[in-house]
Protein backbone atom coordinates (compact mmCIF):
# COMPACT_ATOMS: atom_id res chain seq x y z
CA UNK A 1 0.00 0.00 0.00
CA UNK A 2 1.21 3.83 -0.52
CA UNK A 3 1.09 6.57 1.41
CA UNK A 4 0.15 9.80 -0.15
CA UNK A 5 0.53 13.65 1.47
CA UNK A 6 0.10 16.66 -0.54
CA UNK A 7 2.25 19.64 0.04
CA UNK A 8 2.12 23.13 -1.20
CA UNK A 9 -1.21 24.89 -1.33
CA UNK A 10 -1.83 28.24 -0.66
CA UNK A 11 -3.38 31.75 -1.37
CA UNK A 12 -2.21 32.83 -4.92
CA UNK A 13 -3.50 35.74 -6.71
CA UNK A 14 -5.78 35.50 -9.69
CA UNK A 15 -3.58 35.22 -12.96
CA UNK A 16 -0.66 33.96 -10.33
CA UNK A 17 1.11 30.47 -10.43
CA UNK A 18 1.37 27.83 -7.74
CA UNK A 19 3.26 23.92 -7.54
CA UNK A 20 1.92 21.37 -5.34
CA UNK A 21 3.63 18.34 -4.37
CA UNK A 22 2.64 14.74 -3.71
CA UNK A 23 4.87 12.55 -1.85
CA UNK A 24 4.83 8.97 -1.72
CA UNK A 25 5.86 6.32 1.15
CA UNK A 26 5.20 2.59 1.77
CA UNK A 27 5.55 1.77 -1.94
CA UNK A 28 7.75 3.10 -5.06
CA UNK A 29 5.55 5.52 -6.70
CA UNK A 30 6.72 4.06 -10.08
CA UNK A 31 4.09 1.00 -9.62
CA UNK A 32 1.49 3.85 -10.40
CA UNK A 33 -0.34 5.80 -12.62
CA UNK A 34 -0.91 8.82 -10.35
CA UNK A 35 -3.54 12.09 -11.00
CA UNK A 36 -4.35 14.99 -9.31
CA UNK A 37 -8.46 16.04 -8.93
CA UNK A 38 -9.86 18.52 -6.76
CA UNK A 39 -12.95 19.52 -4.81
CA UNK A 40 -15.36 22.23 -3.66
CA UNK A 41 -17.76 21.66 -0.79
CA UNK A 42 -21.14 20.22 -1.98
CA UNK A 43 -19.52 19.11 -5.29
CA UNK A 44 -18.13 15.93 -6.82
CA UNK A 45 -14.07 15.63 -7.19
CA UNK A 46 -13.04 16.49 -10.50
CA UNK A 47 -10.27 15.02 -12.28
CA UNK A 48 -7.66 18.24 -13.05
CA UNK A 49 -4.82 15.93 -14.78
CA UNK A 50 -3.17 12.23 -14.59
CA UNK A 51 0.25 10.92 -15.65
CA UNK A 52 1.29 7.56 -16.57
CA UNK A 53 4.02 5.60 -14.58
CA UNK A 54 6.66 6.34 -17.32
CA UNK A 55 5.58 10.12 -17.14
CA UNK A 56 5.63 9.99 -20.74
CA UNK A 57 1.78 10.32 -21.16
CA UNK A 58 -0.44 12.77 -19.39
CA UNK A 59 -4.01 13.86 -20.12
CA UNK A 60 -6.10 16.61 -19.03
CA UNK A 61 -9.52 17.44 -19.15
CA UNK A 62 -10.56 20.81 -21.17
CA UNK A 63 -10.93 23.31 -18.28
CA UNK A 64 -7.53 23.05 -17.42
CA UNK A 65 -5.65 22.07 -20.45
CA UNK A 66 -2.55 24.35 -20.69
CA UNK A 67 -2.83 25.83 -17.78
CA UNK A 68 -2.11 22.58 -15.57
CA UNK A 69 0.86 20.75 -15.68
CA UNK A 70 1.43 17.28 -14.02
CA UNK A 71 5.21 15.38 -13.77
CA UNK A 72 7.11 13.03 -11.76
CA UNK A 73 10.04 12.49 -10.72
CA UNK A 74 9.85 8.50 -9.13
CA UNK A 75 13.20 8.90 -8.00
CA UNK A 76 12.12 11.46 -5.42
CA UNK A 77 8.88 9.63 -5.17
CA UNK A 78 7.34 12.66 -5.88
CA UNK A 79 4.40 14.10 -8.52
CA UNK A 80 3.57 17.75 -8.97
CA UNK A 81 1.43 19.83 -10.34
CA UNK A 82 2.16 23.19 -11.90
CA UNK A 83 -0.72 25.52 -11.87
CA UNK A 84 -0.69 28.69 -14.21
CA UNK A 85 -3.04 31.65 -14.94
CA UNK A 86 -4.72 30.68 -11.84
CA UNK A 87 -8.44 31.74 -11.22
CA UNK A 88 -10.57 32.07 -8.69
CA UNK A 89 -12.69 29.26 -9.97
CA UNK A 90 -9.46 27.13 -9.60
CA UNK A 91 -10.22 27.42 -5.85
CA UNK A 92 -10.66 23.87 -4.01
CA UNK A 93 -8.80 21.19 -2.30
CA UNK A 94 -6.65 19.18 -4.63
CA UNK A 95 -6.13 15.68 -4.07
CA UNK A 96 -3.12 13.54 -5.72
CA UNK A 97 -4.61 9.54 -6.02
CA UNK A 98 -2.67 6.44 -7.38
CA UNK A 99 -3.33 3.76 -9.61
CA UNK A 100 -2.34 0.49 -9.55
CA UNK A 101 -1.85 -0.35 -13.44
CA UNK A 102 0.59 -2.96 -15.36
CA UNK A 103 0.87 -0.06 -18.21
CA UNK A 104 3.55 2.10 -18.19
CA UNK A 105 1.90 4.53 -20.96
CA UNK A 106 -1.66 4.74 -19.82
CA UNK A 107 -2.33 8.15 -17.79
CA UNK A 108 -5.66 7.10 -15.54
CA UNK A 109 -8.48 9.71 -15.37
CA UNK A 110 -11.76 8.44 -14.19
CA UNK A 111 -11.86 8.46 -10.30
CA UNK A 112 -12.97 4.35 -10.01
CA UNK A 113 -9.56 3.71 -11.42
CA UNK A 114 -7.83 4.86 -8.33
CA UNK A 115 -6.96 3.44 -5.33
CA UNK A 116 -5.08 5.55 -2.97
CA UNK A 117 -5.68 9.22 -1.64
CA UNK A 118 -3.98 11.83 -0.17
CA UNK A 119 -5.64 14.16 2.25
CA UNK A 120 -5.60 16.69 0.50
CA UNK A 121 -4.15 20.17 0.01
CA UNK A 122 -6.19 24.07 -0.06
CA UNK A 123 -5.55 25.79 -2.85
CA UNK A 124 -7.52 29.73 -2.87
CA UNK A 125 -7.39 32.06 -5.78
CA UNK A 126 -8.33 35.28 -4.72
CA UNK A 127 -9.93 37.87 -7.29
Known amino acids: QVHLVESGGGLVQAGGSLRVSCSAS????????MGWFRQTPGKEREFVGG????????YYPDSVKGRFTVSRDNAKNTVYLQMNNLKPEDTATYYC????????????????????WGQGTQVTVSS
Open 97 to 116: AAAETSSYWYAARQHREYDY
Open 51 to 58: ISRSGGST
Open 26 to 33: GRPLSNYA
